[in-house]
């Protein structure tokens, strides 16, 4: 009986020690301490950058269309082929425009008959009418073969200022001509390379003087070209031109091209429904050639590096500032202000109260700070007003920063947050 006793409080003595020791070395009732990564906050230069994407094109280029319509007889390049001002191109059947020019030719020496015919006619009724008029004066005939005289000459006047006319036309007409045959012959306007060729030998093209005609090729200077991206309105206005940047081409992920804004679109382009529509603005940053000179030596001096179309992504350097006290991105994040009075209507008022905020680590706990920021790069964001050089602040996990940490939290700051497994 004292045995059955005696053993539940042995039992109990033994679970009332453990509880004892466990409180005093922390295993028991201690604070839960969450581990986390510092980094020093520090002075460096900073480069702002926006980052868009967009594509590759030649910052000149021209499209090449027919002002006549008809079959293509000849088609002198093809896609790729470079070019000189002047060269010929391609050749449209000119039948249809000889005949019609030797139909004006016809015209303008009918005209020119003409006019020597009314243009002898006025001569002989001016006469007609100068005797008459005399004779009329000198009452030799009556007022109506006068007034019938005059008739004539004025009507053979009339006649050759019509027939002068029609010459005028017949002239314009036969120079239309001329210029619509020379057309059916297409010269390149520029020195460049055919980047685009649209149309095939035999294929019927379309074109008038007052219409923009058949689309058939593309001329361009592949020596300079440009990135054309699209820049969000928030960020538009810290762009500005001879802005520099970095420019990655998918086809080259290795390398990054040196470039420079040179055009700022005025006007803006919208983009999606009008429920969730995006403002952007067009930029245009011009590839410079001296960043991609090995490129060429490595091929050949007739080789281009790029061509239209190819994605790139343009980071634009808007502003550096050197030596600004910085930390790394992750760690600000966004928090409550414990600095603004709290009111009955706190929470109507629960967004506007949120402000920038680092955890500063001291003596094994955490201080919410509220912070000023400034401008930031990929990796670091200055810090305007808030945290001193050499304060520790936390940098991972982001989760943490985000939504865990509490102020006064206390955490065991550790280099790796996860250990690497051992390879088997």
Do not use: C
Not at 42 to 49: A, N
Not at 156 to 178: Q, T
Not at 183 to 205: A, C, F, Q, W
């Amino acid at each position: 009986m004292k045995k059955n006793i005696l053993y539940p409080l042995i039992a109990l003595a033994i679970i009332i020690i453990a509880l004892i020791a466990g409180k005093k070395l922390g295993w028991i009732g201690g604070e839960f301490q969450l581990k986390v990564m510092v980094e020093q906050a520090e002075p460096r230069t900073l480069t702002e950058l926006i980052t868009a994407n967009g594509k590759i094109k030649p910052e000149v280029e021209v499209k090449v269309s027919s002002d006549v319509s008809g079959e293509i007889l000849e088609l002198t390049v093809k896609e790729g082929d470079e070019v000189f001002n002047g060269q010929i191109l391609a050749k449209i059947q000119p039948d249809i425009y000889q005949r019609h020019l030797e139909k004006m030719q016809a015209s303008l020496r009918s005209a020119e008959a003409n006019l020597a015919q009314a243009e002898a006619q006025l001569q002989q009724k001016e006469l007609s009418f100068n005797r008459n008029k005399t004779l009329w004066e000198q009452q030799t005939i009556s007022e109506s073969e006068y007034e019938l005289a005059l008739s004539d000459y004025n009507i053979a006047k009339a006649s050759a200022e019509a027939s002068k006319a029609a010459l005028r036309n017949a002239k314009a007409s036969l120079n239309e001509a001329k210029d619509n045959l020379t057309k059916t012959t297409i010269y390149s306007p520029m020195d460049g390379t055919v980047s685009r060729l649209n149309v095939e030998k035999g294929e019927r093209v379309v074109g008038t003087a007052q219409f923009e005609g058949t689309d058939m090729m593309t001329i361009a200077n592949m020596n300079n070209m440009e990135v054309v991206v699209d820049v969000n309105e928030n960020d538009i206005i810290r762009v500005s031109s001879r802005d520099t940047a970095l420019i990655e081409v998918d086809a080259y992920l290795d390398r990054k091209f040196k470039g420079l804004v040179t055009e700022i679109a005025n006007s803006a382009k919208s983009e999606g429904t009008s429920a969730d529509q995006i403002t952007n603005f067009e930029v245009k940053v011009l590839i410079l050639p001296q960043s991609y000179r090995e490129l060429i030596q490595e091929k050949g001096e007739n080789f281009y590096p790029f061509r239209p179309g190819m994605s790139a992504t343009v980071d634009i350097q808007t502003n550096t500032r050197a030596d600004v006290l910085s930390v790394p991105i992750q760690s600000v994040t966004t928090r409550a202000d414990t600095t603004t009075i709290n009111t009955k209507d706190k929470d109507l008022n629960q967004e506007d109260d949120k402000t920038e905020v680092v955890f500063v680590v001291k003596e094994g706990r955490v201080e919410q700070r509220n912070v000023t920021p400034g401008i930031q790069d990929t990796r670091h964001i200055e810090i305007i007003e808030g945290l001193k050089e050499g304060e520790e602040v936390v940098t991972a996990p982001y989760s943490a920063i985000a939504n865990k940490l509490k102020h006064n939290d206390p955490v065991e700051v550790v280099e790796k947050l996860f250990e690497d497994k051992e390879k088997k």
